[in-house]
T-cell receptor, first 113, second 116 residues
Framework: DGGITQSPKYLFRKEGQNVTLSCEQN?????MYWYRQDPGQGLRLIYY???????QKGDIAEGYSVSREKKESFPLTVTSAQKNPTAFYLC????????????FGPGTRLTVL | AQSVTQLGSHVSVSEGALVLLRCNYS??????LFWYVQYPNQGLQLLLK??????LVKGINGFEAEFKKSETSFHLTKPSAHMSDAAEYFC??????????????FGRGTSLIVHP
């Protein structure tokens, strides 16, 4: 079955550590996105990528970094510069850049201890 | 600029009652509109979408929504609520062009509570 996988499901990090969240898709979609979700705040866009080796900052990119070396993969690194990283992180993809529906992964819950 | 307003962060209904979740949008381009559902600790799943054509759109799990351009609305309805409908619902609109791409704009979500 085609879809998006995110790993791990739960992640714990000590303050001052960088951590990388994995996102893989086998839908052959061009575009991929990272969102952060906090209670009552909906989805906030961190980064997005429309093609390999290219990505754009979203609304809350500070303290995060991404790469897009392969079409299928779009990992997100939460750096120590992110002051409040505890949140639920969602990866999504769309078939192209035309504004069609997004397909979401199951999410990763990051907790900073 | 694009925006989405979901009226009511929480909506409570009895099992078997009508479900109505409200969504109003603004868009500077012809709107594509979406409703997604999210169960606890899971990703979002598409319920239904409007792009062009028929303004009454039917989705999964018995949900439907009507695009009303004059009212800039895309409210989600279901005739009879089930306990399994309890979840968070998000309305989204195709966003404006940024770097040659349409980036969606999401509402803040409405939590649907279903009482037995």
């Amino acid at each position: 079955d085609g879809g998006i996988t995110q790993s791990p499901k739960y992640l714990f990090r000590k303050e001052g550590q960088n951590v990388t969240l994995s996102c893989e898709q086998n839908l052959n979609h061009d575009a991929m996105y990272w969102y952060r979700q906090d209670p009552g705040q909906g989805l906030r866009l961190i980064y997005y990528s429309q093609i390999v080796n290219d990505f754009q900052k979203g609304d809350i990119a500070e303290g995060y970094s991404v790469s897009r070396e392969k079409k299928e993969s779009f990992p997100l690194t939460v750096t120590s510069a992110q002051k409040n990283p505890t949140a639920f992180y969602l990866c999504a993809s769309t078939v192209d850049r035309g504004g069609n529906e997004q397909f979401f992964g199951p999410g990763t819950r990051l907790t900073v201890l | 600029a694009q925006s989405v307003t979901q009226l009511g962060s929480h909506v409570s209904v009895s099992e078997g009652a009508l479900v109505l979740l409200r969504c109003n949008y603004s868009s500077s381009v012809p709107p594509y509109l979406f409703w997604y559902v999210q169960y606890p600790n899971q990703g979002l799943q598409l319920l239904l979408k409007y792009t062009t054509g028929a303004t009454l759109v039917k989705g999964i799990n018995g949900f439907e929504a009507e695009f009303k351009k004059s009212e800039t609305s895309f409210h989600l309805t279901k005739p009879s609520a089930h306990m399994s409908d309890a979840a968070e619902y998000f309305c989204a609109v195709r966003g404006g062009l940024a770097g040659g791409s349409y980036i969606p704009t999401f509402g803040r979500g409405t939590s649907l509570i279903v009482h037995p």
